[in-house]
């Protein structure tokens, strides 16, 4: 199964991964209707100090929904997304079964089931899920939202992060043993 | 703590600005960074590229802005904005003044502010007359019928190094470099550059059967795999070598002058002196790496000779022995010494070659162009009878297959490019090479700067301009009426000047157009 | 090949999946005393609360079971095993097995308290004890809930949701005492506080008012007299083993399994809540009752009853909780601080809390309140038994992230498939 494999020695830290990433999974996959209309951030140093998304949005500075995040410690940055496990921690934790691995291997969510409980990103090895504020499926729990993780594209034949990235660093290939 | 991601001081940028007396030089901002509001969407890719603490963003405001006056117009903010908002435009201007060109007015002011010498790097950007731009080439008509490079081979394959002076089948025979390109990567050192870029430049010499040269800063140890393309210099600082330099290589070279600062030794600023690059040099971290002028061992023709020999003597003859000058007055005069103290092949640097750091006021007031020396020593070393004892490669400033073809006319064997490499895989020209924040990744040993240019990228992007200048040459070659390039060096009738003076044509041993 | 699955949860459904995968046809039947579809008991008290809509409760879709061929037998009570005959006995009858995985998961526990006998209460863990507890609401004021564990506090929180008066009684002097440590809960005890919720800790309840029948107030070991006319009891959770002990299996507090999920009988597996299975920090066998682990107990169960062997190198005691708006995550031995070096990060004005504790370069337990992102790394940490001696400093910056770890860590987790 292909999935997206980082290369952290090309890792430039420009995180046009994160923009491509938003724009693609914006409504109208167009970075000025995205950010103009849709008002979707792409800046995260307003939002840094606050760890809590919800609180994020609530204070007028949302984070930026992006499903890949840049780590990085000096001049070293990786950009890390879902691994698409072949048994995924996130799925045997998942306390109502909202997340589930689809025929093709993809590690899906059924967005309109999960009730936010973080489960999730207790589980997730590789700190791979995010918290999204702007779908609450519970509104009574404070600071509810959803799981948020890479899904690989599925309306593109290779995920935009891969498209974009200047150096190369992000591979979407099939590394599975035969 | 590393400084490599401190967070550039903003608030500091964003501060009222006060009229600095002392700093006159960034009074005026040369560029200024234009940004279409509506199309940024604050995804930040700007600030964390820009190397010159130009572009910062305001969290208040949430906007980018810039700090023009450190604007460089390097355009790595253009080239990497998703949604083309940048623009970089030249700022104002000073009021018209033939004379006092603003470059000279800046230059006063940053004496004046600092007392010291102006660093710069890359090539000579003055106005000087091109004679390659005043040279056109003829085309077979009629009387002599052009080739077809798709249909017919075109020899592209050269040999730079000494000829025997008969051929004979059993002859004696000088070791020569087999070059299938008449273009060699220009001596361009680890220091300058960084290792990226020169694994680059190794891996396309080796893919398309030319060579690279490793310039003043010693062969890495990653390059050693590339050891029978590498051409190793031999510079007035001797850095890195050793026998063991001296035999991993394709030929050695001795350095004694460069185009774009002739008189003058190299010079690696010290900011550019990393751990990787003051172990490669066995110099100390942090250090102004600066090469004396002379060789301090080459005082006279006869000590030049000497080392020639001790080289040739310690590679066991080998390996071709290659004497690097810079193009001055009497080129052709030194050039010929060269050639009767053993060198194996004559490099000759015009005024418009490029550099890592040199003195400005250096490398745009001294030396002579390429074209005019060349033609000059070609037709010394042919008057002495000399001319098949050493090859001539000819560098400074080698734009496009055009220069290659006009410079192989005038009598250069092969041709070295530097700049044009560097801009193949991203230069904009900004000239900052000096300061070791390239944008690109190309004259930086910065590692978080240094991996925005891979090996692998660089080599491929490499491998295509010598492709497509192979590709060029050919079609020039056959329009010609040739098939080889053997056929076309030396040969001046290939050539003709337009707009020249008697003398410049003369010099060069063209004739006018239209004759 | 038949297996036969006791219990029908998170074990039960992901043993049944890995049998499926690894044997597409061979025979599966859950039998469960519930009847209800596969549902979580996690999201019992969201229901209660009306918070979310009942199709949120079940685990998998309708016709999953259709779907994936396998058998149910819902609102059966497994009476018996009978290991030499290789099958259960029920309420209607045998059942044959050629593999058998009890998951049987766990039931209230219920102390006895002078004057509980004489009047109704509530436990909450089934979805009938939510619906139970939902349709008695209805006229109260006062509810009381007993223990202050994760099940009680989302009980009461849920009731305070419905819109009664909620007072919490708990032995411990903190709440979650399991699950957190004193900063921690207290963090989340004010904020259950801030919703209106009133905590006796450090107390119990000595005796039970009651009239006709019902509740009508209790009397506190500090003495004080707190108002109640629903009561319900949360102050643990027993493994249910009475299956297998009275079969001759091996119990202790659970039903004790090896790394394969193999009992001490033969062709007898047992798997989540009511399993006593490896821990990963201490080596030793141990209850772990956590969503989490009852799923991949199960699941390693399935592959090892269809024929694949597969061994389970332990399982990490782990919480994910949510409480008063908020987030906690915890890994591990908490409160086991000795000869440990505990790092900790406290911000009062934000709610922020982090602490790890360290011995000998090896995280045991660690805490994240409110900044959760990226907190499975820990697990990583822990479970791979990676020494943070060379980051230790970073571990509690918000960033931190895969960018500090060791470059083998690194390159193992993001360079092959997973």
Avoid at chain 2, 296 to 313: F, T
Avoid at chain 3, 174 to 184: E, F, K, N, R, Y
Avoid at chain 3, 360 to 388: P, S, Y
């Amino acid at each position: 199964m292909r999935r997206v494999y980082p290369l952290e020695e090309r890792c430039i830290n420009c995180h046009l991964c994160e923009v491509a990433c938003i724009v693609e999974h914006s409504a109208t996959k167009l970075p000025l209707a995205a950010y103009h209309v849709e008002g979707l951030r792409f800046s995260a140093e307003d939002s840094r100090h606050i760890p809590d998304p919800a609180e994020s949005s609530e204070r007028g500075v949302p984070k930026p929904l992006t499903r890949t995040v840049v780590q990085t410690v000096e001049y070293l940055s990786i950009s890390t997304t879902c691994r698409h496990c072949e048994e995924p921690d996130c799925v045997l934790a998942c306390k109502n079964g909202s997340l589930y691995k689809a025929d093709d291997g993809r590690v899906l969510l059924h967005e309109d089931k999960c009730v936010g409980c973080w489960m999730c990103i207790m589980a997730c090895r590789y700190g791979a899920i995010t918290r999204n504020p702007t779908k609450r499926n519970v509104p009574a729990v404070r600071n509810n939202g959803v799981n948020h993780h890479c899904d690989l594209c599925p309306d593109r034949e290779t995920p935009a992060c891969v498209w974009v990235c200047p150096t190369k660093a992000l591979v979407f290939e099939d590394r599975d043993a035969p | 703590m590393s400084t490599y991601f401190e967070e550039p001081n903003g608030r500091v940028a964003l501060g009222l600005r006060r009229p600095e007396p002392g700093d006159w030089h960034h009074g005026y901002p040369e560029y200024r960074v234009v940004r279409d509001d509506e199309r940024c969407i604050r995804c930040l890719v700007c600030v964390r590229q820009c190397p010159y603490d130009c572009t910062f963003y305001d969290p208040e405001r949430h906007a980018v802005y810039n700090v023009d006056s450190n604007c460089v117009n390097c355009r790595r903010c253009e080239f990497m904005c998703p949604t083309n908002a940048i623009e970089i435009v030249p700022w104002g201007g000073f009021r018209e003044n033939d004379n006092w060109r603003p470059w000279l007015i800046r230059s006063v002011y940053k004496q004046a502010d600092t007392g010291a010498v102006s660093l710069t790097g890359f090539g000579n950007d003055k106005e000087y007359a091109s004679y390659f731009d005043r040279m056109v080439i003829d085309a077979s008509q009629v009387t002599n019928p052009s080739i077809d490079p798709l249909r017919e081979p075109m020899e592209m394959r050269t040999f730079v190094g000494k000829k025997p002076d008969r051929l004979t089948h059993d002859g004696e025979r000088y070791p020569n470099l087999q070059c299938e390109t008449p273009v060699i990567f220009a001596p361009m050192s680890f220091g300058a550059i960084n290792l990226n870029f020169q694994k680059g430049l190794a891996m396309a010499a080796r893919e398309m059967g030319t060579y690279f040269n490793t310039g003043e800063g010693g062969l890495h140890p990653d390059l050693r795999q590339f050891s029978e393309h590498a051409i190793v210099q031999v510079a007035s600082g001797r850095f890195g070598v050793s026998l063991d330099y001296l035999s991993n290589s394709a030929a050695c070279e001795i350095k004694i002058g460069q185009g774009a600062k002739p008189g003058i030794g190299g010079h690696l600023p010290g900011e550019k002196v990393t751990r990787e690059v003051s172990r490669t040099r066995m110099i100390p971290e942090g250090s102004d790496a600066l090469s004396p002028a002379p060789q301090h061992d080459i005082y006279s023709i006869e000590d030049l000779r000497l080392l020639i020999y001790a080289i040739k003597e310690a590679t066991e003859y080998t390996k071709p022995v290659s004497v690097k000058i810079a193009a001055v007055h009497n080129v052709a005069a030194i050039a010929s010494g060269i050639v009767r103290a053993g060198a194996d092949i004559v490099v000759i640097d015009g005024f418009r070659g490029g550099t890592g750091a040199a003195p400005t006021i250096i490398r745009d007031h001294v030396g002579i162009p390429i074209e005019v020396a060349l033609a000059q020593v070609d037709e010394r070393l042919r008057q002495e009878g000399i001319r098949h004892e050493a090859s001539i490669i000819a560098a400074g400033g080698i734009r496009s297959s055009a220069d290659i073809v006009k410079g192989l006319a005038l009598g250069a064997d092969a041709f070295y490019i530097g700049t044009a490499a560097m801009i193949a895989v991203g230069c904009t020209a900004c000239q900052q090479c000096h300061r070791g924040k390239c944008s690109w990744g190309i004259t930086t040993n910065r590692p978080d700067l240094a991996r925005r240019l891979q090996p692998e990228v660089a080599a491929e992007r490499l491998a295509n301009l010598l492709r497509g200048w192979g590709h060029e040459i050919k079609e020039m070659l056959g329009l010609m009426g040739l098939n080889s390039i053997e056929s076309l060096r030396g040969n001046r009738l290939k050539l003709r000047g337009v707009g020249m003076t008697q003398v410049e044509l003369d010099t060069l041993g063209i004739q006018q157009a239209g004759l | 090949m038949k297996h036969v699955i006791i219990g029908n949860s998170f074990a039960g459904v992901f043993a049944a999946e890995a049998i499926r995968r690894t044997e597409p046809e061979s025979e599966i039947l859950i039998v469960s005393r519930e009847r209800q579809h596969v549902y979580s008991r996690a999201m019992i008290h969201e229901m209660l609360a009306g918070m979310v809509q009942e199709p949120m409760v079940y685990l998998r879709d309708w016709d999953y079971y259709e779907k994936k061929r396998i058998g149910t037998l819902l609102g059966r009570a497994v009476t018996k095993i009978a290991l030499d005959a290789h099958a259960i006995g029920t309420d209607d009858g045998d059942i044959a097995y050629d593999r058998l995985l009890i998951a049987t998961g766990g039931r209230a526990f219920v102390p006895p308290i002078a004057g509980l006998e004489r009047v109704k209460y509530h436990t909450f863990t089934t979805l009938e004890d939510a619906r139970a507890l939902k349709a008695a609401c209805g006229g109260r004021t006062d509810a009381v809930v007993l223990g202050a564990g994760l099940i009680g506090l989302q009980c009461a929180e849920a009731l305070r949701h419905v819109g009664l008066n909620v007072r919490v009684v708990e032995m411990a002097d903190t709440v979650l005492p399991m699950a957190l440590d004193a900063p921690s809960s207290e963090i989340v005890a004010r904020e259950l506080a801030a919703e209106g919720i009133e905590l006796h800790t450090g107390d119990t309840i000595d005796l039970i008012a009651g009239e006709d029948g019902h509740p009508s107030g209790c009397k506190l070991r500090s003495g004080a007299r707190i108002p109640c006319d629903l009561l319900v009891i949360a102050v643990g959770v027993r493994p249910n083993i009475d299956l297998a002990a009275d079969a001759g299996i091996t119990t202790d507090r659970g039903i004790v399994v090896n790394e394969r999920m193999e009992t001490s009988a033969e062709h007898v597996y047992a798997a989540g809540d009511c399993a006593q299975g490896p821990e990963i920090i201490s080596g030793m066998t141990m209850p772990i009752p956590v969503i989490p682990i009852a799923s991949t107990q199960g699941m390693i169960a399935g592959y090892n009853m269809a024929g694949k062997r597969r061994a389970y190198r332990g399982g990490l005691s782990v919480n994910a909780i949510q409480l008063g708006g908020v987030q906690v995550i915890s890994y591990g031995f908490v409160n086991d601080e000795r000869d440990g070096e505990v790092l900790r990060v406290h911000d009062p004005a934000t709610k922020v809390y982090k602490k790890v504790i360290i011995k000998d370069g090896r995280i045991t337990g660690a805490i994240f309140v409110k900044d959760i992102d990226r907190a499975g790394l820990f697990r990583h940490l822990i479970e791979n038994r990676i020494d943070v001696t060379p980051f230790k400093e970073h571990l509690l910056s918000p960033d931190f992230g895969v960018a500090h770890l060791p470059a083998e860590v690194r390159k193992e987790m993001f360079t092959t498939p997973q």
